[in-house]
């Protein structure tokens, strides 16, 4: 169930640079039951600015009524939101969204999981959720540059791990597709998250495979009731038939919207 | 004693407050969140003949106090919402009031006529001035004839009272009051979204694919807030007022311009539970100003500039 | 190089930021805070052509993201303006912009006749849409064959070039710059106030003595950009922008739109020293956006639609 | 000089209901010569509220580089400006206008002071001028209610003190025009501030005594630019000739201004 509460920031951390790793308590945990999905934020009381911010959530933990958000301090918003320090609070809607099918690989298997930026934290739990059910993970994150890189660590601990930046100036260099093909890296099943010039080309390279996709888009409401982040759907691309991304995604199977 | 009950052509209302057409959909989101049954009446997000995508995205940009939309009247079209969405929303007891848009006069009567039919919708708000759609639409909003004669057209197929709801795109917005209530107009809902733009400073192109988007949030207040005042001295008919709505003393301002009930938009993103807290601080509020019951503030702000000289002269 | 140096009739700017009418006075209160060298050019306040006392006040209120105003037109007259204050002003090496009022046609062309002598003063800005001044004055910001005919009058006994400053409270701003133009106007300001209104929700009164005031600030970029985004593809005379401009982005933006120089009203009362901190900043932007010269920027948010379009069909 | 500057907040305290005692330090207190000016601060850092708020400078440390504002918490923007904690930064322009002239009073001889309300604050800073002059000071300050009287005690330490509340709920009851009628306070100048109504009373009953009044106005920019705050002159009710309450004002001699 979607609740709003004033949640309470236990910690808050520049884990790389402008990248914040922001952690609160709430009892809207419980109801956060899939990986993938988000938060609507509001920054601060004011009008200004006026629309919360879509946050993936990065890590749950329930013991400690707890979750953690990553993000990029960039605009407005964000660049409040790391302002942020322990004990402030923090007025939270969610869990919203759809997230990643957990059930859609098998224990023993193989997921690969394709981030780009700040397209990486969701697949954190989703991670952690694939090898507690057995599943073999293997991650491939693509970061701007080397003072972008975070979680590489984390990620390690789960699964192999390959990390690739634009500019080289850190382990491989060039695309997440490049560094797929280079490796041979082969796999049963396909979650993503990033910008979407990578969805569109790991759509495209694995026709043929199970692959899902969290999408971004502007948002409203975030919740369902402002028709401000439809896509059209792959089945009529270019009729009446829509879908929400705050609400029937943000993931999506390959080939079920128009990305 | 009820002191937010309130009585407008169709409509019966517990209290005034009502989410504004197009922030809402059509209940459903909102109703996983609380009662509906509490709201004083849902102005649905608008209705045409037959289902509209809509505009490209990004559809929203947010502004200082406000945002830009560019919806384009997406809507799964007539036949659904009268075959679902208003079926599903008489689970509620809240009055429904329809949005009804369209790019020609035959569409808007056709919606009119049969979405009026519907049980739980008490009255028609006459969507002449959606600043998203392209074609037709704008001379609807903007040439008091035009209005006047749609208003009439619709009027005449209507089972339920039509609400007229005005544009701020215009340089007199009296003259358009008037010429709607001249069709025969049973009220007025006032106003939609300023027409505005952003541009991304990176790209150097619009942030809203469709380019230009209505403005609303707290940044329009004081227009609507003005343009109520003047209509409101020179029709007959009520008006609900929105623009920017967020708070108990937002409504009292809208109450005092000349509104008689108040719709939330915007704000409904910002607080999902916006229109409750708003309905449970009204009482309190409208004690603390001296008032018995919320109708004595309609028009105040004239009433009482027209008092003040009647008793200076 | 100079990044920054712009060329407009009759405007030779170091750079394109200037305060915006009204809002810097005559200049005399911010000298005591910076050097007023620095700025591309100087707007004064109107000026009538006899002294006015303005409006009672309170004459501004809070808004959000915004304020309004009903000074009124206050101002000492045109003879103290050209006795007292254009001299005092030239001891600054910035070129002024005169911003000329009035209520009836003839007050227009007396006060542009006689300052645009002024050696300092090397354009005029005529005012033909002062929400805040009852008489007249409203046609002349409304009615494009009102504008037209009083910009010709002022520009045939005006000594220097003549921005006409246009009111966004129209149904169709295209029209009006159209008009205008077509008067002779050798350039655009835009955009002035919106029509707005608060009322104090304890006193039941219009906040602003006035009670309508002119809506300004960051609340109305949206509005701004809008407007000149449409204007300045249907028209060939520069347009000087205005409105909520609060950072060297918005600058940008403004530019993107349509814009050759801006204007800055509003935030100098929260920032005084808002003009130079702007101008500081824009040269580096400039150049992170891959900009040599800021002139590159006007424009480029129809340029670049236009080149997609035409590169895709 | 007028000089804008980040001040930090050096201790901020509710010293009656709703009213607080905020002190910052500053450069700018080496600009603060007179008693009676104001400062406009810049309550936050955004857009919400967006104008600036005047509020009198109580008290100047010039020692310590520090002064003192008291306030009521009421709209938005005092509503925010109560929430600052020592160690925050305040965005402050000042000094401002014109204050009350301390030397319109001679030594030896009696200075009444008068104020209601907030407008109590900037007298405090004219007692002492006036007291290290030599001077007299009898204060009679009037009050709403009880749980809004502060600054009792620092008064009393200058000269003899009048408190009087509206609802009699404390020390004497009524108008501070009734003080000042029944206990026969005399004086050689009177300088006042508070509302309107209390300035106009002092005003008439007053008429041939040197009267200096601080006026309240709303304002745009504070320093004399936008016109907002202007008031006719005296000898010119209605005609065009004015006075600006930021710049001219806020204090002017009775009959100067038209109240
Ligand atoms: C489902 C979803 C999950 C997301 N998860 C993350 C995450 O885990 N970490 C992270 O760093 N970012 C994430 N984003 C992107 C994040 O929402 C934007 O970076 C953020 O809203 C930008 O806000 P700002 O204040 O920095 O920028 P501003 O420029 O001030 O934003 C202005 C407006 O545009 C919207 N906006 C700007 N960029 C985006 C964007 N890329 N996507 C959607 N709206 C945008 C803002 O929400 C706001 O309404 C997610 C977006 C979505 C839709
Ligand atoms: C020269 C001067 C000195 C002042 N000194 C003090 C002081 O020492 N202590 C104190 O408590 N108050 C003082 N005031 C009044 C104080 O400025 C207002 O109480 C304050 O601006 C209200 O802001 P708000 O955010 O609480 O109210 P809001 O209602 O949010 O204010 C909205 C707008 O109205 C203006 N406004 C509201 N009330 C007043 C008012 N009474 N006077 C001027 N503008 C107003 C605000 O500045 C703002 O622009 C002084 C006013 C002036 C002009
Ligand atoms: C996302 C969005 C969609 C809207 N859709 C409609 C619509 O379909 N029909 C309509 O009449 N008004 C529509 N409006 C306008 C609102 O009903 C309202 O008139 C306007 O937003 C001003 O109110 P606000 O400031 O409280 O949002 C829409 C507004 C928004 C923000
Ligand atoms: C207090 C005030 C006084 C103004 N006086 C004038 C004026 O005398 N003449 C004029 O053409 N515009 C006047 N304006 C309008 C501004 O020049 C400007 O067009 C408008 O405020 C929008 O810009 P902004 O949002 O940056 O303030 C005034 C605005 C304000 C806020
Ligand atoms: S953000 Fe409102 S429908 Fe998705
Ligand atoms: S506040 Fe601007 S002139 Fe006084």
Redesign the interface.
């Known amino acids: 169930m979607i609740k709003q509460e004033i949640c309470q920031v236990i910690d808050q951390r520049e884990i790389a640079t402008n990248i914040y790793e922001l952690t609160v308590k709430g009892e809207l945990v419980h109801e956060m039951t899939e990986p993938g999905q988000f938060v609507h934020v509001k920054v601060n009381n004011s009008l200004s600015p006026l629309l919360r911010r879509p946050i993936s959530i990065a890590n749950i933990d329930q013991s400690r009524q707890t979750f953690t958000m990553i993000y990029r301090a960039e605009g407005k918003g964000t660049s409040l939101l790391a302002k942020l320090k322990q004990g402030d609070l923090l007025d939270v809607l969610g869990p919203l969204g759809h997230g990643f099918p957990v059930d859609e690989v098998e224990s023993c298997e193989t997921a690969l999981l394709v981030g780009g930026g700040i397209g990486v934290p969701p697949l954190y739990e989703l991670s952690q959720r694939l090898t507690a059910n057995g599943v073999n993970v293997i991650h491939v994150l693509g970061f701007q540059t080397k003072n972008a890189v975070f979680y590489e660590e984390e990620f390690k601990q789960l699964g192999a791990t390959y990390i690739t930046t634009a500019d080289g100036s850190y382990a491989y260099s060039g695309l997440v597709t490049d560094v797929i093909k280079n490796e041979n890296i082969t796999f049963d099943v396909l979650y993503t998250c990033g910008p979407t010039p990578m969805l569109r080309a790991l759509e495209k390279e694995n026709r043929h495979k199970k692959v899902f996709l969290s999408l971004e888009e502007r948002m409203g409401c975030g919740i369902g009731a402002c028709f401000a982040c439809v896509c059209h759907t792959g089945d009529d691309p270019t009729g009446v038939s829509y879908k929400k991304v705050c609400s029937d995604g943000p993931v999506f199977r390959a080939g079920e919207v128009v990305i | 004693m009820n002191a937010l009950n309130i009585s407008l052509p169709g409509l019966s209302l517990k209290n005034p407050i009502m989410p504004a057409s197009?922030?809402?959909?059509f209940g459903?989101?909102?109703s996983?969140?609380y009662d509906l049954s509490q709201l004083g009446a849902i102005m649905i997000?608008a209705t045409t003949k037959?289902?509209?995508?809509?505009n490209p995205?990004?559809?929203?940009?947010?502004?200082?106090?406000?945002?830009?939309?560019a919806?384009g009247l997406?809507n799964?079209?007539l036949t659904k919402v009268v075959e679902e969405e208003l079926p599903w929303l008489s689970q509620f007891d809240v009055p429904i009031i329809a949005n009804v848009a369209g790019s020609m006069e035959e569409d808007y009567i056709a919606v009119a006529k049969e979405i009026s039919q519907a049980p739980n919708v008490h009255a028609l708000e006459l969507n002449i001035s959606c600043p998203n759609v392209k074609t037709g639409g704008i001379a609807f909003g903007?040439v008091p004839e035009i209005a006047q004669s749609l208003t009439k057209k619709v009027k005449e197929v209507s089972a339920v009272p039509v609400y007229v709801k005005l544009s701020p795109?215009?340089?007199n917005i009296v003259e358009m009051a008037k010429a709607v209530e001249n069709g025969g107009a049973d009220g007025l809902t006032m106003i939609n979204t300023?027409?505005?733009?952003?541009?991304d400073?990176?790209?150097?192109?619009?942030v809203i694919a469709n380019?230009?988007g209505g403005?609303s949030?707290?940044?329009?207040?004081?227009?609507a807030?003005?343009m109520i005042?003047e209509v409101s001295q020179q029709v007959s008919i009520p008006i609900i007022g929105m623009g920017?709505v967020?708070t108990a003393?937002d409504v009292?301002?809208y109450f005092?311009?000349g509104a008689s009930a108040v719709a939330v938009g915007?704000m409904?993103?910002?607080?999902?539970?916006i229109c409750p807290k708003i309905i449970a601080e009204l009482p309190e509020l409208i004690h603390s100003?001296g008032f018995d019951h919320i109708s004595e503030c309609t028009g105040?702000?004239w009433k009482?500039?027209e008092k003040l000289t009647h008793h200076r002269a």
Chains 1, 4 share one sequence.
Do not use: W
């Not at chain 2, 300023?194 to 541009?199: D, N």
């Open positions: 197009g922030c809402f959909g459903r989101e909102y996983h969140l997000k037959e289902a509209r995508f809509g995205t990004p559809r929203v940009a947010e502004t200082s106090a406000g945002m830009l939309n919806i997406q799964p079209g903007t795109n215009v340089t300023l027409v505005g733009m952003r541009i400073i990176r790209t150097g192109k619009p380019q230009t403005l949030g707290p940044a329009i207040k004081p227009v807030i003005r005042h920017g967020e003393e009292i301002e005092y311009a915007t409904n993103f910002v607080d999902p539970f100003l105040r702000s009482t500039v």
